[in-house]
């Protein structure tokens, strides 16, 4: 007969137990936007103690709920921003290690959201524009071409504003045509659209600020390209352009380097039912990226009705990290990876130039984006 010291002892150690294998069990497999970490891992920093364009590389932080890119069934795209090469021809090496960085993480493709080169100067000679492509031509665009990966662009400020950088930019792409499965390419290197992997993605011209290039045309094409069959029976549909609807960027932090007016104003939803938001909104797109700005932020515009858009901001791949809108924050150069699972969920990650996986538990919960109309981007 046991007694009662006897069964207590035995008692306490089923206790234990059972708390020892549930330590043991795997974690949920949920998906997040968020790259787990502590405040100290590689998470960001006050820029006034340290320089944000020479991040410090910690360990990387596990990924959240196991890697999902190791299913034979999901896609891994990648995309950066505003490198922004000099006038001679010359990158930063901190954007050749992002380029280097996404080739050995193999993704089936990269988008190039705008700014690869330093244009928007009236005062530039036609041979000073053939001549900063052609670097980015050897110095980039080589790199992808011999591991085989397509690179789908769309064009920035500095590389299609004015009509000579888009003839230049036109010639140039019609010569480097990525070879993928385009819907409609009629207006390539442009606007665009094709599918990759039964994920539907929209290049768009948004160039100009204010409102988008073309643009009765393009907005009229973009409808019809969201509301097909081919878009709406998709497993997602994503949408990239430079030039985005708002700044995240604060006008005060950022001395001369201003971008708060440097926004597509005209094709706002309170502009009417006929405008670039409204239409993303009222067509399921899944996600939409912007560059321009020179710095991360991932989460959902959301608005006073009840309404959400998901929207990646893109840092830059270049020089000129810049201040979040209310904070004292930069983010760091470097790109973001997408993940699309066989489940169809989405996983954003952000690396930084010496492939990092950035932690985003620095980051603000949520921006201000235009406080009259009650417009918030939401963690």
């Not at 006034?48 to 959240?64: K, L, M, N, R």
């Not at 530039?124 to 524009?129: A, F, G, N, P, Q």
């Not at 597509?264 to 909104?281: C, D, K, V, W, Y």
Request: hydrophobic share 35%; proline share 5%.
């Amino acid at each position: 007969m046991k007694t009662k010291a006897t069964a207590s002892l035995q008692i306490l150690a089923a206790f234990f137990l059972v708390f020892t294998l549930a330590a043991c069990m795997p974690q949920s497999s949920e998906i997040l936007t968020e790259a787990p970490g502590t405040d100290s891992e590689n998470s960001f920093t006050d820029p006034g103690s340290e320089d944000p364009s020479s991040p410090t590389s910690p360990t990387t932080p596990p990924e959240q709920g196991g890697s999902i890119e190791d299913s034979a069934k999901s896609l891994k795209i990648h995309a950066f921003a505003d490198m922004n090469i000099d006038t001679s021809g010359t990158y930063a090496s901190s954007t050749i290690s992002i380029v280097k960085s996404m080739i050995a993480r193999q993704p089936a493709a990269i988008l190039g959201v705008g700014d690869y080169i330093d244009g928007e100067k009236k005062t530039l000679s036609d041979s000073t524009y053939v001549s900063m492509w052609n670097s980015f031509s050897k110095k980039v665009l080589s790199l992808m071409r011999t591991a085989g990966l397509p690179f789908l662009p769309t064009p920035g400020n500095h590389d299609a504003y004015y009509s000579q950088e888009r003839k230049i930019y036109d010639s140039f792409w019609g010569d480097n045509k990525p070879n993928v499965e385009y819907v409609d390419d009629d207006n390539f290197p442009f606007y665009y659209s094709f599918i990759k992997e039964d994920v539907f993605f929209v290049s768009l011209d948004d160039a100009n600020y204010s409102k988008l290039s073309n643009r009765t045309a393009q907005l009229n094409w973009l409808k019809e390209q969201l509301s097909s069959a081919r878009a709406q029976g998709a497993r997602a549909r994503v949408v990239y352009g430079h030039i985005p609807l708002y700044s995240i960027v604060s006008s005060k932090a950022n001395s001369s380097t201003v971008y708060e007016n440097g926004v597509l104003t005209g094709e706002r939803r309170t502009a009417g039912s006929f405008t670039l938001e409204s239409i993303l909104l009222g067509n399921n797109v899944d996600l939409v990226i912007f560059g321009h700005s020179h710095g991360f932020y991932s989460g959902h515009y959301t608005y006073p009705d009840g309404k959400k858009l998901q929207v990646v901001s893109m840092p830059c791949a270049g020089s000129s990290p810049r201040y979040l809108v209310g904070t004292s924050i930069r983010t760091p150069q470097g790109y973001v990876e997408l993940v699309f699972s066989e489940t169809n969920q989405l996983s954003i990650r952000y690396y930084n130039s010496s492939g990092t996986l950035q932690s985003l538990s620095s980051l603000p919960a949520s921006l201000t984006l235009d406080s009259k109309n009650g417009v918030k981007y939401v963690r």
